[in-house]
C-alpha cells in the first residue's frame, strides 16, 4: 500500500457518502463530520423539514426524505445518492435507530418487528444496495450500533432495541466476511451513553444519570464530539485493513 501522510488518510475529498437518520442527534453530527472530511454527503430522515433546516448552510449536504423502514424508500436513497455524486457510494452510515420504549414484559410482537425492520433489516438492506453498484469496491459501510448490543443495561433498555443492535454486530461481521475480497468493508461503531433525542428522558432524570456516571470508568457521559474521530476512521481509508469489527467508545462501559 502507497504510504501518506496521515491527513490524506482522512481525507474524503470527491467522495460521496450517506448518512441514514440525519434529521437530528448523532446523525446530524456525524453528517457534518464526513462533509467537514471532504465528502459530498446525501442526509436521510423522514422529518423535510428538519432536513432543509440543517442542509440550508452547507452546499455538502443534499437532503433525501426517506424511512428506512419502507423498502421502495431504501432503493429510492441509493438510486438519489448515486445521482448526487460520482455514481458509486463510497460511505454507507447506518445510523437510523428507533426504539419501541416498551419493557420486554409489555412489548408486542409487532412493536418488536418494527423496531428490527428498521435497526436491523433497513441496514441489511441499504448495504446491500450500495455495494451492488459498479464502482463499490472500497465502500465503507459503519453501522451505528450500541453497546446495548453487547451487554445488558437492564433495567434500561428493551429486547426489541438490544436484540437489534446485538444483530447489527452480527451482521456487521457476517457481510465483512462476505464483501471483502471485492474491497468492501463493513465494520460497526458502538457509542455508551450520549445524549440523543432518543434518550432525552433518561438524562433528564438525575438518578439515572448518577447511574451512568457510577458505571462509566471514566465517571460521566460521552460528548458527540468524542465520536467524530472514531467514525472518520471507520469511514475513511485511514481504516483501510479494519473490517468485521466493533469498536466501542463508551468511556470503558463494556470493559467493567
Known sequence: MTAHAPAELFDLTGRTAVVTGASSGLGVRFAGVLAAAGATVVVAARRAAKLTEITADDDRLHPVVADVSDETDRVALIDAARAAGSGAIDVLVNNAGVDSGAKPAEETPAAFGRVLDTNLVAPFHLSQLAARYPGSDGLSVV??????????????????????????????????????????????????????????????????????????????????????????????????????????????????
Request: proline share 4%; net charge neutral.
Open 143 to 256: 453501522n451505528i450500533s450500541s453497546v446495548l448490543g453487547l451487554v445488558s443495561a437492564a433495567p434500561l433498555g428493551g429486547a426489541s432495541y438490544a436484540s437489534s443492535k446485538a444483530g447489527l454486530t452480527g451482521l456487521t461481521r457476517e457481510l465483512a466476511g462476505h464483501w471483502g475480497g471485492a474491497g468492501v468493508r463493513v465494520n460497526a461503531l458502538a457509542p455508551g451513553w450520549f445524549r440523543t433525542e432518543m434518550n432525552e428522558g433518561l438524562f433528564a432524570d438525575e438518578r439515572s444519570v448518577r447511574w451512568i456516571e457510577r458505571n462509566t470508568m471514566l465517571r460521566r457521559p460521552g460528548n458527540p464530539a468524542e465520536l467524530d474521530t472514531a467514525l472518520l476512521f471507520l469511514a475513511s481509508p485511514a481504516s483501510s485493513y479494519v473490517t468485521g469489527q466493533v469498536l466501542a467508545v463508551d468511556g470503558g462501559w463494556t470493559a467493567r
